[in-house]
């Protein structure tokens, strides 16, 4: 399974920015010029890119066609992208504008059963399957949803076993306490997916600092790792990521 370093950008009303724990007031803002920022991406060696709609995320409805266009066009990067994707025409329409995979979220632990036929109907390596997870004092992770509100009645090796099955071979987990805070990734968490889903490509989200983290994240058998506010700050290089 090769390796994907996923430079990411998560987009709200036209501007860069990163929320601390997906929280809308907590937002940090990092400029207005997401489609630059994906030039040098790509200049600097990425094949792939992460982009998020943050608006879309909380009211539904894509709104980075115009944007996830022209990165695919004009950088030459394969964009992995969502927010917002709630039914099997967002998943056509981003596909359309050129995504090379759609993120799909809060409906994958809503709607197993309707993200399981678009697993079958654009074929598993168009979707990623987006679980975010917080662990329980039990040690279980648990899947948050509602605005991280509520917990979904099935665990996430429940949820994940079960896609897997279904033919998943991309699955994207944040751990919730790690999320933009620059603490480094669950790697515990990351080695106990690796472990349970072979042939699954497990991205690592939340806390990446360094490219150590990166590195550690391919040792415990990860298939990625998403790269956001360390790149934004400063606190790592892409080439060095990349070098991983």
Known sequence: MSFIVYPALDIRDGRVVRLLQG???QQTIYGDDPLPRAQVFAEAGASWMHLVDLDAAR?????LAPLLSAIATQTGLKVQTGGGVRSRE????ILEAGAARVVVGSVSVREPDTVIGWLREFGPERLTIALDARQ???????????GWTETADVTLD????RYAQAGMRHLLCTDIACDGMLSGPNIDLYRH???????V???ASGGVRSAADVAEAKAVGCGGAILGKALLEGRMTLPEALAC
Request: proline share 5%; glycine share 10%; hydrophobic share 40%.
């Open 59 to 63: 009211a539904g409805g894509y709104t």
């Open 201 to 203: 490509a497990v991205q």
């Open 136 to 146: 329980a004092d039990d040690g279980r992770w648990l899947l948050p949803v509602h």
């Open 158 to 161: 429940e949820l994940a076993q």
């Open 90 to 93: 967002d998943v056509a329409r």
């Open 193 to 199: 997916l690796s472990s349970l889903l072979p042939g």
């Open 23 to 25: 929280d809308y007031n």
